[in-house]
């Protein structure tokens, strides 16, 4: 699996927009790029996935570049609840590496009144 | 529908011992995988199970096994118990019919003593 690269730490104030990089320039045609958050002390939480187009729900948008080799999280109105450490991965979904997920550090959001 | 269901919440063990954690998959799922998280890492691969068979496994000794049932729920265990496998073991369940995403439970918190 491609490793990926985030910034450790990141603030937003509650009810902005919060904007999560992820660089994953190695990244291969096949694979996902995929993003969880934990918050402390719980499971990782799924948010969203996408190959190639941008892909948005009801959590998130994800933006994907053209040549794929960065993702940007969005959640569009951050709340306090937001606050967790948020993971960037790829993975080759449906392939060799099925149902593996190799996690990083994350990035802490910090979300703020 | 309940999603993917762990036992026990908590517990503790004295070093040399042996120990058994449950999982219950995400309804409509087949692929069981465990993970481990250490205080302050991100979750750590250890294997995974499909068709009741072990299909990959990560960096873990011998130590860890587990089994998956007819009914896909799944089982961890640790033998000869070492302070190091005080961590937060998470259990994730998917299934390619079901699309690529991958679901965690909120996990078994094993404290070593």
């Known amino acids: 699996d491609a490793k990926t690269t985030q910034p450790t730490s990141m603030d937003c104030a509650e009810g902005r927009a919060a904007n999560l990089p992820c660089n994953h320039s190695?990244?291969?045609?096949?694979?996902?790029v995929y993003w969880y958050r934990q918050i402390h002390s719980q499971g990782p939480q799924y948010i969203i996935h996408?190959?190639?187009n941008n892909e948005t729900n009801e959590m998130a948008s994800l933006i994907i570049t053209e040549d794929r080799k960065s993702s940007t999280l969005i959640l569009p109105h951050a709340t306090l609840r937001d606050t967790a450490v948020y993971y960037c991965?790829?993975?080759?979904?449906?392939?060799?590496?099925?149902?593996?997920?190799?996690f990083g550090q994350g990035t802490i959001l910090t979300v703020h009144p | 529908d309940a999603g993917v269901t762990q036992s026990p919440t908590h517990l503790i063990k004295t070093r040399g011992q042996q120990v058994t954690l449950r999982c219950s998959p995400k309804?409509?799922?087949?692929?069981v995988s465990w993970y481990q998280q250490a205080l302050g890492q991100g979750p750590q691969f250890i294997f995974q199970?499909?068709?009741?068979?072990?299909?990959q496994r990560g960096n873990f000794p011998d130590r860890f096994s587990g089994h998956q049932f007819p009914n896909y729920s799944s089982e961890l265990n640790v033998n000869a118990l070492l302070l190091g496998d005080s961590a937060l073991y998470l259990c994730?369940?998917?299934?390619?019919?079901?699309?690529?995403?991958?679901?965690f439970g909120e996990g078994s918190w094993l404290t070593v003593v």
């Open positions: 994730a369940s998917s299934s390619l019919d079901s699309g690529n995403t991958i679901y």
């Open positions: 190695t990244i291969s045609g096949n694979e996902y």
């Open positions: 996408g190959l190639k």
């Open positions: 991965i790829v993975s080759n979904a449906g392939g060799t590496s099925y149902g593996k997920l190799t």
């Open positions: 309804s409509g799922h087949d692929t």
């Open positions: 199970y499909y068709e009741e068979e072990e299909r």
